[in-house]
């Protein structure tokens, strides 16, 4: 998160133009499976086409039974289904073909059904090691400098975090007792309802 929304999380350009396209993904994720019942039905059926990248070790240091087995096929059919999709008439012909009703099916379909042609990288490695993990990296720092550099900003300034740190010095002032009558009414309003919290 920090390589990637830090040093990309850019609106200006090196030269102090305005950046006319959008700079900076926003990074999150999750391991394995916790994800689909997270954040993947934001991926498969959002109004937002989300690029995602998949990691993933085809090897276990700890298999139990098939459980990484069944790991990797999650894996797998999440980009799958983010490049393929299944269209509506597909779905409706299936729900009919298990006992729905025809009206019920139309409807339900268009609920389920997903576009695909949704960006994805599946990336595999051996085995989770500290090679693997050093590679995985240094994939991430090369992907990140290069984007940098096409949309012409510098990723290695972080001015974007000054300000919030200096105007903690005064809020911290604030939150300890001091005069709060200079400051907006929203932050003012915050500030007392945490003194009251810390008075009870």
């Not at 729905?100 to 990288?121: C, D, F, I, Y």
Request: hydrophobic fraction near 40%; aromatic fraction near 6%.
């Amino acid at each position: 998160q920090q390589l990637e929304m830090e040093s990309l999380g850019k609106s200006v350009e090196v030269d102090g133009n305005r950046l006319l396209v959008p700079s900076g993904p926003i990074v999150w994720g999750s391991a394995g499976t916790n994800g689909q019942h997270s954040f993947h039905q934001l991926l498969h059926q959002g109004s937002d086409t989300i690029p995602c990248d998949f990691i993933a070790s085809l090897n276990s240091y700890n298999p139990i039974g098939e459980q990484h087995q069944n790991l990797i096929a999650n894996c797998f059919s999440q980009s799958l289904v983010l490049m393929q999709g299944q269209s509506a008439a597909d779905i409706e012909q299936t729900l009919i073909s298990s006992g729905v009703g025809s009206e019920e099916a139309k409807q339900l379909a268009q609920h389920k059904a997903m576009l695909g042609n949704r960006p994805s990288t599946t990336l595999l490695m051996d085995q989770l090691d500290a090679r693997a993990l050093g590679a995985l990296i240094a994939l991430y720092e090369y992907r990140l400098f290069t984007a940098s550099f096409v949309w012409g900003i510098n990723p290695f300034d972080q001015w974007g975090v000054e300000l919030g740190k200096q105007i903690s010095q005064t809020l911290m002032g604030a939150l300890a007792g001091d005069d709060t009558s200079a400051l907006d009414s929203s932050t003012a309003q915050l500030i007392a309802r945490y003194q009251k919290a810390q008075a009870r």
